[in-house]
Every structure is written in structure tokens, then in C-alpha cells.
């Protein structure tokens, strides 16, 4: 396909840029085209091989008239092609949200199309990881498939990495009596950890079918490397579970915080309801005008009463103190 010929919103990567996509014993380097949405992966795809589009229309997801939510899935096409599509994930500091997007990737013997929707930049993430030095082993193609595999990993690493930090900013707000009321960023930030894991477990559990092929050296990358990157999905997503435990942690601490707290409040109430009661007590006793009341008829018997009720509240109160009450 020429450049003539190939779909609008496209960009060719063949050697990507200077760092060939290539094994020491591979003559040729791999033929890496970058599309922008859907549409142009299936016209791209009709482009390279006519059949293509018709075996990629049949698998779910990829037709671009059946609405769903991006989940992986891994389909061999023939002994040749394989196609990976795979939701991805990004985090945005100003909101605080995880959001997700999708990858397809369709990996031939000497080409690969890939698409990308959405901020998460695995297609930066693979471009750097093949720039850069690390060994050559299988073929170009192989090369550029398990660098966006890793890159795919690579971002989903970062959004842990995002969510930890604001964990543990979360921590510092719970614990800080000045703050408003963490509860709903709890909440927010628990449901953005389960919008995270949601999109990496089934990557894990697809990673597996990119070896499947009758022919071992046709296979999209050996089976190793494939089982390290599985566990390393395998460990952010643990990672994530620690962070959600540590949240749902900061919630149980910060409503026990809560009940402490009105228990205090409810000690105070009552502590200075019984001081405002005692006088209002003596008061009403004086008050009931007994014909025989030695105190009615006597010259100190008001400042006594008075006395009396002052005593009284600091004597409760010094108790109240005591205790911890006050």
C-alpha cells in the first residue's frame, strides 16, 4: 500500500524513526501503521488484506455499529494475523477520575495496524520503549506488537502510581479535623480504583492467547515474556486491591472518628445540662413559698441561695472536668 493509498488520519512507523523494529537475524524491519479511530483500522485493515475486514466485522467490538463498553479480547484471524483489542486507562489529576479507552492492534508476519481512542498514550509509550535500547529478540513485528503490550502496561502502571498518591492525599484530608467531610471523596476514589481494575483483569487473562499459534515462530511473542508481563498486570492490580482495602480502612476510621466525636459532643451537652439544672433546682425550691421556710424570713437568705446555686455549678463543673467530660 502506498501513501497515496492508504486511509486519511494515518502515519506509517517503518523502522520507527531511526530505531529499526527489528532481530539481528531479520532482513526486513516491521511495517507499523498508526490509525486514528475505528473506522480507518478496518479500512486499513481491508487495505493490507480483503479478507481482513470481514473476519474483523465478525468479532464483537470491532465493528464500529455495535455499541459496548471496551473489553479485551485476543482472536486469531488465520495462522498469520491476531488481533488484540483492550480497553486502556488514564488518570486525570484536576477531577481525580480514571478513564478508559480502547486499543486495537491487528499483527501480522511483516506489519502491524494499531488504533488508539482516548488520552492514555500507549502509542507514545511504544514508540519511546522501541527508541530505546533493549534486545532484538524475534521479529519486527513481534518487536512492535510487545512494545505496545508493554506500553499498554506501562500506562496502566502510571495510573496506579496516580491513584497511590491520591490515596494517600485522601489519608492526610481524613485525618485532618479542619477538612470537610471525606466520606464522598472516599467514595470517589474507591469507584475510580474499580473503574481501573475493571479494565486491567481481563488483560491478564488474554495476554496468554497472543502465543497460541500452530506455528512457534509466528508466535506474536514468546511465551515467557508474555507470563512476566501477565504477572506484572497481575501485581498493579494487587496493588490497586491494597489501595481500595486502605480506603475502605479510612472510611471505618474516619465514621468511628465521626462517633467519637458526637459521643464527645453529647458528654459536653449533658455535662453542662446538669450545671444549668442545679441552680434552676434550687431556684424552684425557694420558689414554692412554704409558709414554714426558715430561709423566707431570714436577712441572708437570698445571697445564700445565691451562694448556694454558685457553689454548687463549680463544684459539678470541677467534677465534670475530672472526668473528662468538660
Known sequence: MTDEERPAGTEWFVGTHGAPARSADDD???RWLHVTDKEAFLAA???IDPALRERLA?????????????????????DDWVMVLTPTVWFTE????????????LAGPDAVLTFEAGRAGV???ALDRLRGPGPAHGSGAQRVTLAVVLGLVGVASEVELALGDAVADTERVVFDRTMADPVQ????????????????????????????????????????TLERVASTVERIDRHLDAHDDLLSDMLQVHLSQVS??????MRKISAWAAILVYPTVVAGVYGMNFRHMPEL???LGYPFALVLMAVGCVVLYRVFRRVGWL
Open 185 to 224: 471523596r472516599l467514595y470517589d476514589l474507591k469507584r475510580e480504583i474499580t473503574e481501573a481494575r475493571r479494565a486491567l483483569l481481563p488483560v491478564a487473562a488474554e495476554l496468554p492467547e497472543l502465543t497460541e499459534s500452530s506455528d512457534e515462530r509466528r508466535a506474536v511473542a514468546d511465551r515467557r
Open 297 to 299: 424570713h431570714w436577712l
Open 260 to 265: 467519637v466525636r458526637q459521643n464527645e459532643d
Open 28 to 30: 526486513h524491519p516491521a
Open 45 to 47: 485493515a481491508q487495505e
Open 94 to 105: 484536576d477531577d481525580r477520575q480514571v478513564h478508559t479507552g480502547e486499543l486495537g492492534m
Open 58 to 78: 465478525q468479532v464483537h467490538g470491532v465493528a464500529r455499529d455495535v455499541p459496548r463498553r471496551p473489553a479485551a479480547a485476543v482472536r486469531w484471524l488465520d
Open 123 to 125: 502509542h507514545d509509550h
